[in-house]
């Protein structure tokens, strides 16, 4: 069970949104790189970063703060935000990213998701971002026509070794990860599923944890660890059994 910090950039700067508005952003950090290295100072094994303004561009746009963080820091880095192409996968991963996120794309583009994973492997992640289990695209602006669970199985049909689930009704509210949502997709797709969004305490920590036999293997966790609600440390004890 991996535990992923997030690091959300927009204007250069940590920020975190609430239920996926641009016009809720809270700002936490002028610089996300010194977000990156306070938590693996506290002991984060893996990095969760999304290119906000890359989302809505659907083109890179924090590439260079993105360069900074891979190249400062010791423990690999996922990615996503407006990735839309082969080009720019290629791009963030010769910068040192590990793992590339695909969104909008596997709705809109799911052969350019298989071309991804039979040229990168388990280098491709595809993130699915739900409101009241509907996969939103674009920065979570438009309803993508098309269930989470339904995409869920028709992405690992095209090959993809894992998935990302947000619950956007819940991202950035502190109001409790969506675990049945996030085990149902794991059914449905029959591989590894992320949870994130609505992370609070370490009762989420050890909801989850107990959860990794429904499929889930992770969970990326964000404004709890900002305002304090979550101890880091502590989350990461919890899910070492320690």
């Known amino acids: 069970m991996i535990l992923f910090p997030a690091i959300d950039i927009r204007n250069g700067k940590c920020v975190r949104l609430t239920e996926g508005r641009f016009d809720k952003e809270t700002i936490f950090a002028d610089n996300p790189l010194d977000m990156a290295i ?9 990095l969760h970063l999304v290119d906000l303004d890359g989302a809505l561009a659907g083109k890179p746009v924090n590439l260079s703060v993105i360069a900074d963080i891979t190249k400062s820091v010791r423990i690999p880095v996922q990615l996503g935000g407006g990735i839309r192409n082969l080009d720019t996968i290629a791009q963030f991963l ?28 388990d280098r491709i992640v595809v993130g699915i971002d739900a409101r009241a289990g509907v996969v939103a695209v674009d920065g979570w602006g ?44 794991a059914k449905a797709s029959g591989i590894p599923v992320i949870a994130s969004g609505g992370v609070r305490d370490l009762s989420d920590i050890e909801a989850i944890k107990k959860a990794a036999s429904d499929g889930i293997e992770g969970v990326i966790v964000g404004k709890a660890i900002y305002t304090g609600s979550l101890n880091l440390a502590d989350a990461l004890c919890l899910l070492r059994g320690e």
């Open 38 to 46: 306070r938590w693996v100072n506290e002991g984060a094994e893996y």
């Open 94 to 121: 010769e910068v040192g990213v590990a793992r590339v996120i695909l969104g909008s794309v596997a709705v809109k583009q799911p052969e350019l998701v298989a071309a991804a994973c039979e040229k990168y492997g």
């Open 142 to 185: 438009i309803a993508g026509g098309i269930g989470a669970e339904e995409l869920a199985e028709k992405m690992a049909g095209v090959g993809v070794a894992r998935i990302i689930y947000t619950d956007i009704s819940r991202d950035g509210t502190l109001s409790g990860v969506n675990i049945s949502a996030t085990a149902a997709v």
